[in-house]
């Protein structure tokens, strides 16, 4: 299922579709085949899976660290961070 969903983004970034019998038959070593290989489609999907590194990143943040604080805790590093971007 995996591998079928990356054939399937490899297709749709490179134009190609399913039918297209000439596709299967050349050799993945065609250098007229890897020019242009930053579409505007794989742009966009490692743009998509960054941020959705980084949600839950920030999620597991939240859960396992703010959450876990005192409210003393959160105070002091609500403080530390005001006086940190007064210095900037």
């Not at 039918?19 to 065609?30: C, N």
């Amino acid at each position: 299922m995996l591998g079928q969903l990356f054939q399937w983004i490899k297709r749709l970034s490179t134009g190609t579709t399913a039918e297209s019998e000439d596709s299967y038959s050349q050799s993945f070593s065609d250098e007229e085949r890897d020019v242009g290989r930053w579409t505007f489609m794989s742009v966009s999907i490692v743009f998509t899976l960054s941020l959705y590194v980084v949600a839950g990143l920030g999620y597991y943040a939240k859960v396992h660290v703010w959450d876990g604080m005192s409210e003393a805790q959160k105070e002091a590093v609500a403080k530390a961070m005001v006086v940190d971007t007064q210095y900037l």
